[in-house]
Nanobody
Framework: QVQLVESGGGSVQAGGSLRLSCAASGYIHSDYCMGWFRQAPGKEREGVAGLDSDGSTSYADNVKGRFTISQDNAKNILYLQMRSLNPEDTAMYYC?????????????????????WGQGTQVTVSS
């Protein structure tokens, strides 16, 4: 059983930064991919950033250059550093884990591929 708990969300002004954390526990397979996803009100959940078991990363085009995904393997914590936030980044952010072909697949298809999800943490960016 896999448990994922997100934290670090909050309210910031446009241009600000936040770092999200996802504490993973339980059976985390060494070949799992990890990813960050978000869902804004009235929109479908979308992939934001992915990290595969080899350490390769992938990002959605609309966050590339602003967001960074990383992992502390010793502590089993996944991070998402977010910079230059804008109101379009407002959403509930989720971390997820499962097997996947690649980090890129995490971003483009993770909502269908991943079976282990956290409860989410809210990020609100005001203009």
């Amino acid at each position: 059983q896999v448990q994922l708990v997100e934290s670090g969300g909050g309210s910031v002004q446009a241009g600000g930064s936040l770092r999200l954390s996802c504490a993973a526990s339980g059976y985390i397979h060494s070949d799992y991919c990890m990813g960050w996803f978000r869902q804004a009100p009235g929109k479908e959940r979308e992939g934001v950033a992915g990290l595969d078991s080899d350490g390769s990363t992938s990002y959605a085009d609309n966050v590339k250059g602003r967001f960074t995904i990383s992992q502390d393997n010793a502590k089993n914590i996944l991070y998402l550093q977010m910079r230059s936030l804008n109101p379009e980044d407002t959403a509930m952010y989720y971390c997820a884990a499962d097997f996947c072909p690649s980090a890129e697949d995490t971003v483009v298809a993770g909502t269908r591929l991943f079976g282990h999800w956290g409860q989410g943490t809210q990020v609100t960016v005001s203009s």
